[in-house]
C-alpha cells in the first residue's frame, strides 16, 4: 500500500469524524490539523479518530497498527496533523 | 430446630401430586421417602464436610436431605463446574465426594488442619452450607453458611405456588427457591433446557404460577417468543434478579400482562436470603425488610444481613467492624427505598469522567434493532478507558456502525462515543441467562 493511499484514508477518517462531531477543520495546503494549538478536535473526538484509522486499516489493508503504542506516545506531537499521523502509520508499518 | 427432612417427608406422604419435576420425570414425596430410608451414609459422621456432586434428581435431594439431617456441612456442586471441582475441595476442607451415589473419603493435599470457623460451626451441632461464589473477580471464594438460621425463614412455609426454577443445585437461589417448595408442600420443575420458547411452552404446561428469571431471559423471550399463542393464566407472579432490569423492558411486560405481579428480588450469597420489599408496581425502588439493615455510602449500597455467611474459608473477612457488607452495586435513593443502578466495578472512567455502561445499555435497547448489547471499558492510552460494544442485532434488521453511532449521540455526549462497535452472534449470557461483562 502506498503513502496516497493511506493518506486518502486518514482524510476521509477525519473529515467523517469532523462531521460526526459537528466541528470545523483547520487546513492549510494538504495539511490538516487535527489535535494541538491549530487542530480543533478534542481529547475524545482524537481518540475516537484514532481508533477509526486503526480500524479501517485492519479492514482494508489487513493492517494491525496501534496509533498509541509507547513508541507513538513518546514523540513530539505526534497527533497535530494528517501528515503526522501518516508518519507513525508509514513507521508502524516498515 | 425442631424438624428433621425425615418427617416432613413424613407428613407429606399421602400427597399424590408430584414434588419435583425434572429431566421429564415426576417425583412425589412419597419417592423421596422411600429413597431416603434406603441410602446408607453411615460412614459419614455429623459435622464432616460433603460434597455433592448433583442436580436436582431424586438421589442428590435424597443425599441433600439426609446430610442436613446428619448435621453435616454440604457443598453441593454441578458437573458444569466440574474442571474447578479439586479446588472447591481443597477450599471447602471436604472430607468427602459423593457422586454418582458413590460415597468417596477425599484426602486433602494442600489442608492438614481444619479452618476455624468449621471448628467453630460443629461445636454448635448445626448443619452447614459451602457454596462458591462465582469468580468472575478472582478466584471462587468459599462462602460458609450456618443452616440453623438459613432453614427458619422456611418453617411456616405456606405459599403453595407451583414454581419453575432456573437456578441450579449449586446456587443459593435454587436452593432456596427448592426449600422453599419443599417446606410448603408446592411443586416445583426444574426445566431440561433453558432456551426461551421451552421454557414459555413449560409454563403454559405445567400451569407454572411463580417464574423467579433475570431481565436477560425476558429480553431474549421478548425478542423471540409470540406471547400472544401462548396461554399464561395460570402465571401469576415473575420475579427478577441478578442484574440491572432497564425500565423500557419491565414496561413492555407489565402493559402485556396486567394480571401478573412482577418483582425484582436482590441478594448476595454472603448476605444469604433477604427479605426484599418493593415500592410498588412499576416501579423499579426496592427495600430490604425484616432484622436486616442496610446504608448508602457514595452511592454505594452497604448491608448488615439478619444472617450473613459465618465467613469466607479461603478471604479475609469482608464485614466492616459494624457487621456491614459493602455490595458494590451502586444505587440512587428515594425515601426508605433505593434503584441499583449498575457495580462499581463496571464503571468506565474516560479521561477523569465516570460513565456507567448500563446507562448506554438501557438507552440501545430501546432501539429495535438491537437484541442484546453489553457495553464495556478497554484501555486506551490517551484517556485512560474508551467504551466498547458488543451488539447483537435481530435477524431481521440491518444496521451500521454509523447508524448506532448517530443514534447514541443523539442522547448522550461524545464521551459515551464508543471507539469499537462489534456486530456479535454468539450469546452474552451465561447459563443462568446473566450477561457477560468483559471487564469482570
Not at chain 2, 414454581?163 to 443459593?172: G, K, W, Y
Not at chain 2, 423471540?224 to 413492555?252: A, P, R, Y
Not at chain 2, 463496571?346 to 448500563?358: A, L, Q, R, S
Amino acid at each position: 500500500m502506498n503513502k496516497d493511499k493511506i493518506l486518502d484514508l486518514i482524510n476521509t477518517s477525519i473529515d467523517k469524524i469532523s462531521k460526526e462531531f459537528d466541528i470545523n477543520l483547520n487546513k492549510k495546503n494538504d495539511k490538516i490539523f487535527v489535535y494541538g494549538e491549530n487542530g480543533n478536535f478534542d481529547s475524545m473526538m482524537l481518540v475516537v479518530l484514532l481508533a477509526e484509522i486503526e480500524e479501517d486499516l485492519l479492514l482494508n489493508y489487513k493492517k494491525e497498527v496501534s496509533l498509541t503504542s509507547d513508541k507513538a506516545m513518546a514523540k513530539t506531537t505526534p497527533f497535530e496533523s494528517n501528515i503526522s499521523i501518516l508518519d507513525l502509520i508509514i513507521e508502524s508499518l516498515n | 430446630m425442631n424438624f428433621n427432612f425425615e418427617n416432613i417427608l413424613n407428613k407429606y406422604i399421602n400427597t399424590d401430586e408430584n414434588l419435583i419435576i425434572s429431566k421429564t420425570k415426576g417425583l412425589k414425596y412419597s419417592d423421596l421417602l422411600d429413597l431416603y430410608n434406603k441410602t446408607d451414609i453411615s460412614q459419614i459422621k455429623p459435622g464432616d464436610v460433603v460434597a455433592l456432586i448433583g442436580d436436582f434428581d431424586a438421589s442428590s435431594v435424597v443425599f441433600l436431605l439426609k446430610l442436613i439431617d446428619l448435621k453435616c456441612i454440604v457443598v453441593p456442586l454441578t458437573k458444569e463446574t466440574k474442571n474447578e471441582h479439586n479446588y472447591f475441595f481443597e477450599n471447602a476442607y471436604v472430607d468427602w465426594v459423593i457422586e454418582k451415589e458413590e460415597i468417596i473419603k477425599f484426602e486433602s493435599k494442600t489442608n492438614f488442619v481444619n479452618h476455624p470457623l468449621i471448628e467453630k460451626l460443629r461445636t454448635t451441632n448445626h448443619a452447614g452450607l459451602i457454596l462458591f461464589s462465582s469468580g468472575t473477580s478472582g478466584k471462587p471464594k468459599a462462602i460458609l453458611h450456618d443452616l440453623e438460621p438459613f432453614f427458619k425463614r422456611f418453617i411456616n412455609a405456606d405459599k403453595k405456588l407451583t414454581t419453575l426454577s432456573f437456578l441450579l443445585f449449586d446456587h443459593i437461589g435454587g436452593l432456596n427457591t427448592f426449600f422453599y417448595s419443599f417446606f410448603a408442600g408446592s411443586k416445583i420443575i426444574f426445566p431440561d433446557e433453558r432456551k426461551p420458547q421451552y421454557i414459555w411452552n413449560l409454563i403454559q404446561d405445567e400451569k407454572v404460577e411463580l417464574l423467579p428469571t433475570s431481565p436477560t431471559f425476558l429480553r431474549l423471550s421478548k425478542a423471540s417468543v409470540d406471547f400472544d399463542k401462548l396461554d399464561l393464566t395460570n402465571l401469576k407472579l415473575i420475579t427478577f434478579g441478578t442484574e440491572l432490569m432497564e425500565e423500557s423492558l419491565l414496561n413492555w411486560y407489565q402493559d402485556k400482562f396486567k394480571e401478573i405481579d412482577f418483582r425484582q428480588t436482590y441478594g448476595l450469597t454472603e448476605l444469604g436470603i433477604l427479605k426484599i420489599k418493593n415500592e410498588k408496581r412499576n416501579s423499579l425502588f426496592i427495600t430490604i425488610g425484616g432484622k436486616s439493615e442496610f446504608k448508602i455510602i457514595e452511592k454505594t449500597l452497604h448491608i448488615k444481613a439478619e444472617h450473613p455467611m459465618l465467613g469466607y474459608l479461603n478471604s479475609k473477612n469482608p464485614f466492616d467492624n459494624d457487621g456491614f457488607y459493602n455490595t458494590k452495586d451502586l444505587v440512587v435513593e428515594k425515601n426508605e427505598y433505593f434503584k441499583i443502578t449498575g457495580r462499581e466495578t463496571d464503571i468506565v472512567n474516560i479521561g477523569g469522567i465516570k460513565i456507567n455502561p448500563n446507562d448506554l445499555e438501557a438507552y440501545l435497547l430501546t432501539n429495535k434493532k438491537i437484541n442484546e448489547v453489553v457495553a464495556y471499558g478497554v484501555e486506551n492510552k490517551i484517556l485512560g478507558q474508551t467504551i466498547n460494544l458488543d451488539i447483537q442485532i435481530d435477524n431481521n434488521e440491518t444496521t451500521s456502525k454509523d447508524e448506532i453511532v448517530k443514534f447514541i449521540l443523539k442522547k448522550f455526549p461524545p464521551i459515551y462515543r464508543p471507539t469499537s462497535i462489534n456486530f456479535v452472534e454468539s450469546k452474552q449470557y451465561n447459563h443462568r441467562y446473566k450477561k457477560f461483562r468483559k471487564n469482570e
